[in-house]
């Protein structure tokens, strides 16, 4: 995967994320969908506070997941993230944070292709393990609907299929409509 790509996909999985949470009332970002989970507006801030700190260690000259705890690396990180818990400041938290996290990895340039070690101490490449990153993203972004459909809010992404679907019929009626007159 180029740069490019990791971007643009990370783009459109942003953008469908901010799409959830738009949807959401702020009255529900404290929703738990059980008391040992995370709330709406937790899960935010650790999807916000993750990408900083995979980001910033991925780009930094010299990565290395083990050089200190999870905790720590959040501390360096983000540490503002913890005290965002309203739906306006999570949703501009997590737009900024994909603006900056571009930058940052565009400005990483080749350095993108160096190997870099892993939480479990194997190496791989700064560009793979941003792709890890996005895919952790995805997860948090699929838990996110399963707590939309517990607060009977049905999920961005199933409205934009189903209109697509309702188009998709409607062309097709019409066509075999206008080939058998």
């Known amino acids: ?30 929703f738990r969908a059980t008391p040992d989970t995370r ?29 200190q705890s999870f905790q720590d690396h959040i501390k360096e990180y983000a540490p503002e993230c913890a005290a965002v818990q309203d739906k306006n400041g999570l949703l501009e938290m997590l737009r900024a944070g994909m603006e900056t996290s571009e930058a940052s990895i565009r400005a990483s340039g080749e350095r993108m292709q160096d190997l870099m070690k892993r939480f479990d101490g194997k190496e791989i490449s700064r560009l793979d393990f941003l792709q890890f990153a996005l895919s952790h993203e995805m997860y948090h ?3 996110l609907t399963v707590y939309e459909r ?14 697509l679907l309702a188009r998709a019929e409607a062309n097709q009626t019409a066509q075999n409509a206008g080939g058998a007159v």
């Open 141 to 143: 972004r699929g838990q």
């Open 39 to 67: 709330s709406v507006a937790e899960l935010l801030q650790h999807v916000a506070e993750t990408q900083k700190f995979l980001v910033g260690e991925s780009c930094r000259p010299d990565p290395n997941l083990m050089r």
């Open 1 to 30: 995967m180029s740069i490019d790509r990791l971007v643009e996909t990370w783009k459109e999985v942003r953008g469908g994320l901010i799409d959830e949470v738009s949807q959401i009332p702020p009255e529900q970002f404290s």
């Open 150 to 163: 517990l607060m009977s809010i049905e999920p961005a992404l199933t409205q934009r299929f189903r209109k």
